[in-house]
């Protein structure tokens, strides 16, 4: 056995392995269907090496255009794959067209050159690389190797390319298949390592949102709060910095929801959020406590500029106007602040800003209230 069809049969096995391996990818709901493109690359990767192998054995017309077909797919289909799994902007249609244009040169050209295979195999690795380098969902290490991987495999035919100076001769065919036959391995090998990895680092941050956010709001849930407390906390005790704390809810929530209904009153406690999130800085961690009620935490201000915050938001909150099946919906809220003072212990300030946002309420709701007036 030669050590080509050596080598291609441990394509082969690779692909084969990942072939099935790539049944487990999962998409997002929405999403187009890149993990059927990579089962295609796969696939077609397969049928390459088998037809170029045979055609090794016996060069014949037929052999050849086969295997420029399986490579024209495989590269296509990977190409697509990663744009679509990346959501980029580059248009698809570019990659239909330049595989078009490669398999017309590849048949209608009498003196094939193996330029116009590394031409197009250059040019799909170059737009995979820069498609998974400004992914839209964030770029994780996955997506980094294997934009390496494919620059690199793109240099090493660039290498190749600008030593070719006319048509496949002898000696430069020969060269064509060290370069298919030796780097496929590692290059399968590693694009499939680092695919699997970015599949598995996507999963791991889905679950991480799932458990540190709130599915109706999408802020941060109570657990994470609670996480970023002790951080806050730590840093402003550490410089001597202040740090308030604001709770606050809608006001008559249950009546919202038994006039018109369970849905509207999800639209009202996303719009308040909506107005929560709007008039916060970067640093501010916003949560939704529970139900309709909200927790904030305010780092490196005082008292005064939270209750000023505070202000702003009831005010705000006074224009949401929702829409429903029963009428408009307008909502208002009641609003209670502190400024933190024991650092241990952040339930004791939460505790204190809950007294000053119940005592809004009783002074008529759609109100703001400190807890160091209520010591007064």
């Known amino acids: 056995m030669s050590t080509h069809v050596e080598i291609a049969l441990a394509v082969i096995l ?27 690359f796969y696939f077609s990767a397969i049928l390459f090496f088998i037809s170029i192998s045979n055609f090794v054995s016996e060069p014949a017309p037929f052999n050849d255009l086969l295997t420029d077909i399986f490579f024209a797919i495989s590269n296509a289909s990977l190409t697509l794959g990663i744009l679509w799994r990346c959501k980029s902007r580059l248009p698809e249609e570019v990659v239909y067209g330049l595989t078009t244009l490669y398999l017309c040169m590849d048949v209608f050209i009498n003196t094939y050159s193996v330029q116009f295979a590394y031409s197009y195999n250059v040019i799909c690795s170059l737009i995979c690389a820069y498609a998974l380098l400004n992914r839209q969902d964030g770029v994780n290490t996955g997506d980094k190797g294997m934009a390496a991987i494919l620059f690199v495999h793109a240099v090493l035919l660039i ?8 048509v496949v001769e002898a000696g ?31 999963a791991r941050k889905a679950l991480e949102i799932q458990a540190t956010t709130d599915p109706l709001t999408g802020l941060y849930n109570r657990r994470f709060f609670f996480e970023q407390a002790k951080l806050a906390l730590s840093t402003s005790e550490r410089h001597g910095e202040p740090l308030c704390l604001m709770m606050c809810d809608i006001d008559h929530f249950k009546d919202i929801n038994d006039s018109f209904g369970h849905k509207a009153g999800d639209n009202a406690i996303k719009a308040f959020s909506n107005v ?8 501010d961690v916003l949560a939704r406590y529970g139900g309709e009620e909200f927790v904030i935490l305010l780092p490196q201000t005082s008292l005064s500029k939270a209750q000023h915050v505070a202000e702003r938001m009831r005010s705000e909150t006074e224009n949401i106007a929702l829409t429903s099946e029963k009428g408009c919906i307008n909502i208002t809220a009641s609003f209670g602040v502190c400024q933190v003072r024991e650092f241990n212990d952040i339930e004791t300030s939460i505790n204190h800003a809950d007294k000053a946002m119940y005592a809004a309420k009783s ?13 007064a």
Not at 173 to 202: E, Q
Not at 276 to 283: G, N
Request: net charge positive.
């Open 14 to 40: 690779i692909s084969l392995v990942m072939f099935f391996a790539s049944l487990l990818f999962h998409d997002k709901a929405g999403d187009k269907p890149a993990r059927i493109a990579f089962r295609t």
């Open 159 to 166: 290498i190749n390319l600008v030593s070719v100076t006319g």
């Open 172 to 202: 430069l065919y020969n060269k064509f298949m060290m370069v298919v036959f030796v780097f496929a391995p590692a290059y399968m090998a590693g694009l499939t390592i680092f695919l699997f990895a970015s599949y598995m680092l996507d």
């Open 276 to 283: 929560l999130q709007a008039s916060l800085r970067i640093e």
């Open 363 to 375: 002074a008529g709701r759609n109100n703001v209230k400190t807890y160091s007036a209520l010591l």
